[in-house]
T-cell receptor, first 114, second 110 residues
């Protein structure tokens, strides 16, 4: 069974631009969560989608948004990029919402904002 | 605000020794506890989860939970150089989002 895939793997943007990251969950998984990982703040929850509905949202500004499609694939968007948005963005999927014991992470997208 | 605290390390142990990683959490309502291993440049990988007070063993790994003390630990027996990684503790209250600690860096010296 293929794992969680994320595209692109690396991205360089400049301040003020926007970016869209993509995540394809494991086949059969309907829940997708997004996390931001930085050296200073560690791994922080962004949002979770299940059956195309945002189920939970972390404490991030409105510049961070996401969506989930009917095939469970998910995208997250960051608008008006700031230097502090440089991070590893991780997507994780699980069969159902909140099934963290069955949650698998993708390889991540490394975003650098210049 | 829910907090999960871990000593950042590095924790250095000799090969074959027991590595003990600790984590404390602030929310008394926390119900589920997870340990992840993250190699440098890689994504986190779930290695253990525990829901009830006491010990849970899986191979060389043992998770220990003490809800009264709000404390969860991970023991790695017969540590190997391949165990060198950052270990993340994560906590959730039911189906609420995971709250992660910042991780403890473990170095196993051959």
């Amino acid at each position: 069974k293929a794992g969680v895939t994320q595209t692109p793997r690396y991205l360089i943007k400049t301040r003020g631009q926007q970016v869209t990251l993509s995540c394809s969950p494991i086949s059969g998984h309907r829940s997708v969560s997004w996390y931001q990982q930085t050296p200073g703040q560690g791994l922080q929850f962004l949002f979770e989608y299940f059956s195309e509905t945002q189920r939970n949202k972390g404490n991030f500004p409105g510049r961070f948004s996401g969506r989930q499609f009917s095939n469970s694939r998910s995208e997250m968007n960051v608008s008006t990029l700031e230097l502090g948005d440089s991070a590893l963005y991780l997507c994780a999927s699980s069969p159902i919402a909140g099934a963290y014991n069955e949650q698998f992470f993708g390889p991540g997208t490394r975003l650098t904002v210049l | 605000q829910k907090e999960v605290e871990q000593n950042s390390g590095p924790l250095s142990v000799p090969e074959g020794a027991i590595a003990s990683l600790n984590c404390t959490y602030s929310d008394r309502g926390s119900q589920s506890f997870f340990w992840y291993r993250q190699y440098s440049g890689k994504s986190p990988e779930l290695i253990m989860f525990i829901y009830s007070n006491g010990d849970k063993e899986d191979g060389r790994f043992t998770a220990q939970l003490n809800k009264a003390s709000q404390y969860v630990s991970l023991l790695i027996r017969d540590s190997q150089p391949s165990d060198s990684a950052t270990y993340l503790c994560a906590v959730t209250e039911g189906n609420t989002p995971l709250v992660f600690g910042k991780g403890t860096r473990l170095s196993v010296i051959a």
